[in-house]
Every structure is written in structure tokens, then in C-alpha cells.
């Protein structure tokens, strides 16, 4: 098999993405979640260099500035997440296939760069009403970060279409059955 291939996942936040590649990377043994920075605090049971690289906004800036970014974005205003050019050289060093969880710009930036390396999956949930009632019953945000998710998410709904691959995550088992089904004929090519 090709190993220098990339899978990623983008939705709005509260979709479901980072549930659903925590069931993926149950179901295979050739692949390895990229690791994102963020100047972001952790949430409880996150941890630095697991599900993040969790760095100061100082420090993001340093990272910046030293070029070591593959893509970043200010996801939410003050929020800068990235992808570290360290992580892709890492996991393919490591043979295997990478999984990324980037928001809906970031996915189409990465979409351009890896090109037909890359399967883009786009993480869609049933419905906005829904989205929300996620994001609130998740419980990691404050109201105000819960609406500047919820405010940003309706462009991103739009952008659906520019991907590889939409997954509708209504029922959870059925969206994992469904998404490691694209990814077995996608690694077969
Ligand atoms: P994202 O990574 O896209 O921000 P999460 O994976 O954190 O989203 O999911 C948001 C919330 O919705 C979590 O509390 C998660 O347990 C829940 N969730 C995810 N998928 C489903 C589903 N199909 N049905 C019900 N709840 C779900
Ligand atoms: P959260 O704070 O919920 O973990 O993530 C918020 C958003 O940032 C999600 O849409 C997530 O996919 C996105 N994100 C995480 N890492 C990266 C990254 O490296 N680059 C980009 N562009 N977005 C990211």
C-alpha cells in the first residue's frame, strides 16, 4: 500500500469529527492521528502532545514565525490552530497513513496541497438544531464560544460540497460503518 496518503476530516464544531476518527483509529492499525498545535487551554482530559500540542499564543507566534507551519488558521478570534510540518515527516516516517482534524479552511488548504494524496471527508450533521444541542451537551465551551462556533458554522456548511466525501454523522454507528467504508476503497486505489 501507498502510505504517503492523507485522510481529513472537517466539519463545524460539534459535528462529530473527533468522535468518529476516534472510532476509526480503532478499526485500523495503519494510521496516525496528526497532532495539532492550538493556543487554546486544554479541556479536562485533553492531553499536551495527544490531542494537542498545547502552546502559549506567545509560542504559536514563535512557530509562525519560524515557518514550521504547514497551514494554520485563527479558527475562533484569539484561537490560532495549526498543522506542524514536523507532524507529517513524523508519521510517515512511522509508515502510516495520516488522519487530520482541521476546520472546513484548513481542509480545503490541505486538500489543495496533498491533492489526490488526500481523501477529504466532510463531517455533516443532521441538522443546525442538532449541531447546537451537540455543542451544548458536550459542555466544553463557555455561551460565548458555543455561539461563535454556532455563528461560524453556517459558511462552513456551504463548503461541503468542495470536499471528497460528505458523511452524514445522524447515527453514530452508521456514520463510522459509512466512513470506514469510502476509507477501505480509497486505500484500495
Ligand atoms: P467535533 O470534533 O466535530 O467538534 P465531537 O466529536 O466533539 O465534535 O462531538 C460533539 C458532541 O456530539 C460530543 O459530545 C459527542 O459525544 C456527540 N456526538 C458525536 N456524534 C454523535 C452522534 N452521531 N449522535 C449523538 N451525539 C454525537
Ligand atoms: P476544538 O477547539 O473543538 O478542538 O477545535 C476547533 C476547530 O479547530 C475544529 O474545527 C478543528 O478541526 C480545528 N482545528 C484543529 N486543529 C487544526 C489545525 O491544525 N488546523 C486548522 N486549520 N484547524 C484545526
Known amino acids: 500500500m501507498n502510505h504517503r496518503k492523507v485522510i481529513l476530516f472537517s466539519a463545524p464544531s460539534g459535528s462529530g ?12 492499525d495503519c494510521f ?17 502532545g495527544k490531542d494537542y500540542y498545547f502552546l502559549t499564543p506567545e509560542a504559536f507566534e514563535q512557530r509562525v514565525q519560524a515557518n514550521d507551519f504547514l497551514e494554520w488558521e485563527e479558527v475562533y478570534a484569539g484561537t490560532r490552530y495549526g498543522t506542524l510540518k514536523s507532524e507529517i515527516n513524523r508519521i510517515w516516517d512511522n509508515g502510516h497513513v495520516i488522519i487530520f482534524d482541521v476546520d472546513v479552511k484548513g481542509g480545503m488548504n490541505l486538500k489543495q496541497y496533498f491533492g489526490s494524496d488526500a481523501l477529504a471527508i466532510f463531517v455533516m450533521p443532521p441538522s443546525v438544531e442538532v449541531l447546537e444541542r451537540r455543542l451544548r451537551t458536550r459542555g466544553t465551551e463557555c455561551e460565548e464560544a458555543i455561539l461563535k462556533r454556532l455563528a461560524r458554522s453556517t459558511k462552513e456548511l456551504e463548503m461541503a460540497d468542495k470536499f471528497d466525501v460528505t458523511i452524514i454523522n445522524d447515527i453514530l454507528a452508521d456514520a463510522v460503518d459509512e466512513t470506514q467504508k469510502v476509507i477501505n476503497i480509497y486505500l484500495s486505489i
Open 17 to 28: 469529527k473527533t468522535t468518529i476518527i476516534r472510532e476509526i483509529l480503532k478499526r485500523f
Open 32 to 48: 496516525e492521528f496528526a497532532i495539532s498545535a492550538t493556543s487554546r487551554q486544554p479541556r479536562a482530559g485533553e492531553e499536551d
